[in-house]
């Protein structure tokens, strides 16, 4: 499966971005999604995950109660909607999938997309 990062930007700190995932090639709902970012000068991060139905979600307690991913599987695609945004949550964000249930490792994820820049300002 191909996956494809949108929706980066530049916001003000408090402000909200809505991620997109769209996934092609593949069979969609065979995969967990998850979301990592990277900072710059700082190692790739959990972000969160969805499994295959997207009733269930996890996230890091860097982004839990401010970040919510949903996923339309008729559509192929896996949102991450963020609000309440701070400056520590500029990075590039990456979307991850992986056949079957869902993981917070970086390493257990075999399809990246390319990544999509956010900043916040304060």
């Known amino acids: 499966v191909q996956l494809q990062a949108s929706g980066g930007g530049l916001v003000q700190a408090g402000g909200l971005l809505r991620l997109s995932c769209a996934a092609s090639g593949g069979t969609f709902s065979s995969y967990s999604i998850s979301w990592f970012r990277q900072a710059p000068g700082k190692e790739r991060e959990f972000v969160g995950t969805?499994?295959?139905?997207?009733?269930?979600?996890y996230y890091s307690s860097a982004v839990k109660g401010r970040f919510t991913i949903s996923r339309d599987n008729a559509k192929n695609t896996v949102y991450l909607q963020m609000n309440s945004l701070k400056p520590d949550d500029t990075a590039v964000y990456y979307c991850?999938?992986?056949?079957?249930?869902?993981?917070?490792?970086?390493?257990?994820?075999?399809?990246w997309g390319q990544g999509t820049e956010v900043t916040v300002s304060s």
């Open positions: 991850a999938a992986r056949p079957g249930d869902y993981s917070a490792r970086a390493d257990e994820h075999n399809h």
């Open positions: 969805t499994n295959r139905s997207g009733r269930s979600t």
